[in-house]
C-alpha cells in the first residue's frame, strides 16, 4: 500500500470511478457483482449491460469481482496506452485460459517468446502476399463446396428459394480455408459426411474448445484450483490430428532435403505455405503444433461468427443488399474477384466494417498489469487524471461498448448504417482508437488483411449467386452468442432466392 501511495504521488494518480459495491464484504471479494454478470450471461445480455455500465459510470471505472481488482475502460488514449505505449507493463493474460490447448504460443506468451513467435509466423500473413496466396489457393473451391451444402442442407421451396442456416456453414468454410492456409493440404468439412472420420472428429474437437475454454473465462482468479479432464482430451484429440499433418511435412522436407542434397537441387517444399516456412526456422514440432492451432483459433471463429452476424443483419437490409449487387455486378461483370478487384468493392468493405463495429468477434481485450503502472485517464471527480493500476489489476477494455459511443459515431451509433464509413473517409474523422476489431499496436490482428480478403470475397460471391436474401423466423435485433468468440445467437437463418440466368 505504501508503495502504491508512493507511486500515485509521483505520477499525479488519482482514484477512478468504482462500480458501487457497497459494504466491506462486496467491495472486496465482489459476489454479488459476479452474480450479476452471471445473469446477464444467461440472459445473453453481458454486451448489453457492459455497454450501460460505461454509459452509467463514464468510460474508466474500477471495481473488485470474485476477489479480483479491476479497471475496465473504453477511453482512447487508456486504450492505446493499454496495447501499445505502456504495453510491456502487461501480459496477454492468456496462458491459463488456453495452456492446455495451445500452449506457450504466439497468443499466450509475451516479452521474447510472443516477439520470436510473431517474427515466425508474420512473413506468411503480410498483405499483398496473403492476398495473392489467397485467391490462387482454394478458397474459389471452397466457396463451391459451400454452395452445394447450400442447397443440400437447406429446404428447397422452389424458384431457386432455399432455406438454410448460413451460420454452421461459414464456420466449417473459414475453417477449410484456414487449415489449407495453414498447413498446405486441402482439407473440405464442408465435403466430409462421415461423421466418424478423423477430420470429424478434429472438428468436433475444435468446436468443444470454445466451450470449455470460456467456462475456464468465468472462474477467473478460482481457474488455479479447476482441472477439466474433458477439456484435456479434447486437446488431445487437437494435437494428434495437427502432430500427423506437421510430422509427415518435416518428413518430406527431410527427403526432400536429403534428395537435394545428392543430385544438387533446391528443395521444392521451400517457402511454400506457413507450415513449410515454419519448418524452415525450427524442427521444433510441439512448437509448430502449438503455433498453427494457436492461429487457427484466432482466424477460424473470428472469422466464421462474423459472417454469421453479417448475414443474420443482411436479411433484415433489402436496401444494403441491393447497393451489395450493385456494386458487385458493375465492378466484377460477372467474374471471379481477384486481387485488384478485391480493393474496388469499397461499399462492401464499408458493410464489413460496419459488422465489425457493431458485433465485434472479440469484443472484450484484456491484459494482466505484470507491475505496477498506470492508465493516463480515468481518475479523479472529472475522470482527466492518471489512474493507478497495480501490479495483478486485470485491466479490459469493452470495444462492443467503444465502438457504440454516441459521442464519437453519433446519435445512431447504435444503427447498421455502412455509410458512415464512407463519410468519415470523405471527411478524415475514420477513429484510430476507437475502432479496434482487429485490436491495434505491436500486437494488432496479424491476420487482419487475410480476414478483410477473405470476408469481402465471400460476400461477394454470395451477391452474384442471390437476388434476394430475406429472415427466415429468428428476432428483429441481433443476440449475442458466447464461445471464445461472439457471434449471432440466433444464427444466420435466412430464405434466399437464386439469381436467374441471364
Ligand atoms: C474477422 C476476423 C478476425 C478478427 C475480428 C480478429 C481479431 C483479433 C483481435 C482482436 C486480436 C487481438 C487479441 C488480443 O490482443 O487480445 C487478434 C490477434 C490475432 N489474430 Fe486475429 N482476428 C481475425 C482473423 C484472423 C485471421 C484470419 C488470422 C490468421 C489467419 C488471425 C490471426 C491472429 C493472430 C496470430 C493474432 C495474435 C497476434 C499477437 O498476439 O501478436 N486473425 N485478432
Redesign the pocket.
Known amino acids: 500500500r505504501h508503495l502504491h501511495r508512493r507511486f500515485a504521488l509521483q505520477h499525479g494518480c488519482l482514484p477512478a470511478r468504482r462500480v458501487p459495491q457497497p459494504g466491506l464484504l462486496e467491495s472486496t471479494i465482489g459476489y454479488r457483482l459476479f452474480r450479476s454478470d452471471v445473469r446477464a450471461a444467461r440472459k445473453r445480455q453481458t454486451l448489453s449491460t457492459a455497454q450501460r455500465r460505461f454509459r452509467t459510470h463514464g468510460h474508466t471505472f474500477a471495481g473488485v469481482c470474485l476477489g479480483q481488482y479491476f479497471i475496465t475502460t473504453i477511453d482512447g488514449d487508456n486504450v492505446k496506452a493499454l496495447?501499445s505505449t505502456r504495453m510491456d507493463d502487461f501480459d496477454?493474460?492468456?496462458i491459463a485460459l488456453f495452456g492446455p490447448f495451445i500452449g506457450q504460443s504466439?497468443?499466450t506468451?509475451d516479452g521474447a517468446v510472443?516477439r520470436h513467435?510473431?517474427g515466425l509466423?508474420r512473413p506468411h500473413?503480410v498483405r499483398e502476399r496473403?492476398v495473392g496466396e489467397l485467391l490462387a489457393g482454394g478458397l474459389e473451391g471452397h466457396f463451391g463446396a459451400l454452395m452445394r451444402r447450400v442447397l443440400e442442407d437447406g429446404k428447397i421451396l422452389g424458384g431457386g428459394v432455399v432455406e438454410v442456416d448460413l451460420k454452421p456453414l461459414f464456420g466449417m468454410l473459414?475453417f477449410d480455408n484456414?487449415m489449407e492456409?495453414?498447413l498446405g493440404v486441402k482439407i473440405s468439412s464442408l465435403e466430409d459426411r462421415d461423421s466418424g472420420s478423423r477430420l470429424a472428429k478434429f472438428v468436433h474437437a475444435f468446436e468443444s474448445v470454445g466451450g470449455f475454454v470460456n467456462k475456464r473465462a468465468k472462474l477467473g482468479p478460482l481457474l488455479r484450483f479447476y482441472q477439466d479432464t474433458k477439456f484435456e482430451r479434447q486437446c488431445k484429440v487437437l494435437h494428434d490430428f495437427v502432430d500427423g499433418v506437421v510430422r509427415e511435412a518435416y518428413e518430406k522436407k527431410q527427403r526432400e532435403e536429403k534428395k537435394g542434397g545428392e543430385d544438387g537441387s533446391s528443395s521444392s517444399s521451400r517457402n511454400r505455405g506457413f507450415l513449410a516456412s515454419i519448418l524452415e526456422d525450427t524442427s521444433d514440432l510441439v512448437k509448430i503444433r502449438f503455433e498453427v492451432l494457436?492461429?487457427?483459433l484466432?482466424?477460424?471463429d473470428?472469422?466464421a461468427?462474423?459472417?454469421g452476424s453479417l448475414f443474420f443483419v443482411l436479411a433484415r437490409r433489402p436496401d444494403v443488399w441491393g447497393k451489395l449487387k450493385e456494386e458487385v455486378d458493375r465492378v466484377l461483370a460477372g467474374a471471379n474477384p481477384r486481387h485488384d478487384s478485391l480493393k474496388e468493392l469499397t461499399y462492401h468493405r464499408y458493410v464489413?466494417e460496419e459488422a465489425?463495429r457493431l458485433y465485434?468477434?472479440?469484443p472484450v481485450?484484456?491484459?494482466a498489469a505484470n507491475k505496477t503502472t498506470l492508465l493516463p485517464r480515468g481518475g479523479g471527480p472529472d475522470g482527466r487524471s492518471p489512474v493507478l493500476v497495480p501490479r495483478g489489476t486485470v485491466v479490459s477494455c469493452s470495444?462492443f461498448a467503444l465502438q457504440r459511443r454516441r459521442d464519437i459515431y453519433g446519435d445512431d451509433a447504435d444503427e447498421f448504417r455502412p455509410e458512415r464509413w464512407e463519410a468519415m473517409e470523405r471527411l478524415r474523422t475514420r477513429p484510430h482508437w476507437e475502432f479496434?476489431?482487429?485490436?491495434a499496436g505491436?500486437?494488432?490482428?496479424?491476420?487482419?488483411n487475410?480476414?478483410?480478403a477473405?470476408?469481402v470475397y465471400v460476400l461477394a460471391r454470395m451477391a452474384q449467386e442471390f437476388d434476394a436474401i430475406e429472415p427466415n423466423g429468428g428476432p428483429a435485433e441481433w443476440v449475442e452468442d458466447w464461445n471464445i468468440?461472439v457471434g449471432s445467437g440466433a444464427g444466420a437463418k435466412v430464405r434466399l432466392t437464386r439469381r436467374k440466368e441471364e
Not at 479496434?436 to 485490436?439: I, N, T, V
Not at 505491436?442 to 487482419?448: A, F, H, K
Request: charged share 15%; aromatic share 8%; glycine share 8%.
Open positions: 496495447l496477454s493474460g492468456k504466439m497468443l506468451s510472443w513467435a510473431r509466423v500473413l496473403v473459414m484456414t492456409m495453414l494457436g492461429v487457427l484466432a482466424g477460424r473470428t472469422a461468427d462474423l459472417m464489413i465489425l465485434p468477434p472479440a481485450l484484456f491484459r470495444t479496434l476489431p482487429f485490436s505491436p500486437r494488432v490482428c496479424m491476420g487482419q487475410y480476414a478483410m477473405e470476408t468468440t
